[in-house]
């Protein structure tokens, strides 16, 4: 039986249609799954996001226990600073990727896919042993609701009590909202998985209604909307942002996705993969994620054959018709011989073979 969000009852009188997703039943869309991804793009989308996982990590030696237990350098982060990071077996290949923000000298919060939360808790309370560093789960008591699109700063300004022209991208800081409630303590954070500006916000379960509504109430009048899942998987698609279970699994090692630079191989060991992973660097990978441009109105979906003169070379691990750019765009994990830019292909659609053409991620870029 699928777990309810904190909000699951607002998203039911907001009429969403719900999907079970990682064990949880989350709102796919409210009416239109192409008018809430234009508003994104265009205004701001709301986004339940409870579903994530929150991993706390505290203790003298917090910092050194991460660096040991991921790919990056935790250690090294300034308070109030963010980083993309993965967790890898000692094979490097990736069992999730995550996002680790340092909130105090000797306290960090880690993010974990909802698929891969528990799996992830598991590691980092096993590879933080031997050092003076605490893990706890805050997944079940956090709540985390998204505010994305160009007028995510404008709407939610007025409602906190920080600059947000001070907070830039990938960084975080303790805050307090205005709610038809009162106001709130969140943890704000300037991230997101859309392409577009926004702030994630976390808060106490017992705090969600109160913040999903106020920051619901502050985007309608710029055209914002509440969105749900099924727009979030195209715009992070089109900003060519990888989906675990789909660009990254336990089969791929960050280089081959083209996240090296989220390894850090200079940090001291001993760190989970560090073998594996350097060896994993100097040897050309034999195949590379690339995203592909097709043609019409027909979209490649995971799992499709990607053909080079009629024999296979690639497997499309995304793929839709793009909304905001009007044609079909993928990725897909295609042999280097076939990986360059410009590279004509093919994509088997269901026994119809469909051209696509090699082109740079990602397929879309905000304004800035």
Request: charged share 20%; hydrophobic share 45%; proline share 6%.
């Amino acid at each position: 039986m699928s777990e309810n969000s904190p909000l699951h009852e607002v998203h039911a009188a907001l009429g969403a249609a719900f999907t079970d997703f990682a064990g949880w039943s989350m709102p796919l869309r409210y009416s239109s799954q192409l008018l809430e991804h234009a508003a994104v793009r265009e205004a701001a989308g709301v986004f339940d996001l409870s579903h994530m996982g929150e991993l706390t990590v505290t203790g003298p030696a917090a910092g050194a226990a991460l660096d040991a237990a991921l790919v990056g350098r935790a250690s090294d982060l300034p308070l109030g600073r963010a980083a993309y990071g993965m967790v890898v077996d000692e094979q490097g290949l990736v069992l999730d990727d995550v996002v680790v923000y340092r909130l105090g000298d000797e306290e960090f919060l880690v993010v974990a896919n909802a698929a891969n939360a528990d799996v992830v808790a598991g590691l980092l309370t096993e590879r933080v042993r031997g050092f003076d560093a605490t893990v706890r789960d805050d997944g079940r008591s956090t709540a985390l609701v998204a505010v994305q699109g160009p007028q995510a700063a404008p709407a939610l300004a007025p409602l906190l009590d920080v600059d947000l022209d001070g907070l830039g991208y990938y960084r975080c800081r303790p805050a307090r909202l205005s709610t038809g409630a009162g106001p709130v303590d969140v943890l704000l954070a300037r991230t997101g998985y859309t392409g577009e500006d926004g702030f994630e916000l976390f808060c106490p379960v017992a705090d969600a209604v109160a913040v999903w509504d106020a920051a619901l109430a502050a985007v309608e009048p710029l055209g914002g909307v509440p969105a749900g899942l099924a727009c979030r998987d195209t715009l992070r698609l089109e900003a060519g942002m990888p989906l675990y279970g789909h660009e990254l699994t336990a089969a791929r090692s960050p280089y081959e996705a083209g996240l090296g630079r989220v390894v850090k191989l200079d940090k001291a060991d001993p760190w989970i993969g560090a073998e594996a992973l350097r060896r994993i660097a100097a040897t050309p990978t034999a195949e590379v994620l690339v995203g592909l441009r097709g043609e019409g109105r027909r979209a490649p979906r995971q799992g499709y054959r990607v053909l080079a003169d009629g024999a296979a070379v690639g497997e499309v691990t995304s793929g839709a018709l793009s909304p905001t750019l009007g044609h079909p765009v993928a990725m897909a994990y295609v042999d280097v011989a076939h990986s360059a830019v410009g590279t004509a292909l093919e994509v088997d659609v269901r026994g119809t073979r469909l051209p696509v053409e090699v082109v740079p991620l990602p397929f879309y870029r905000r304004a800035r």
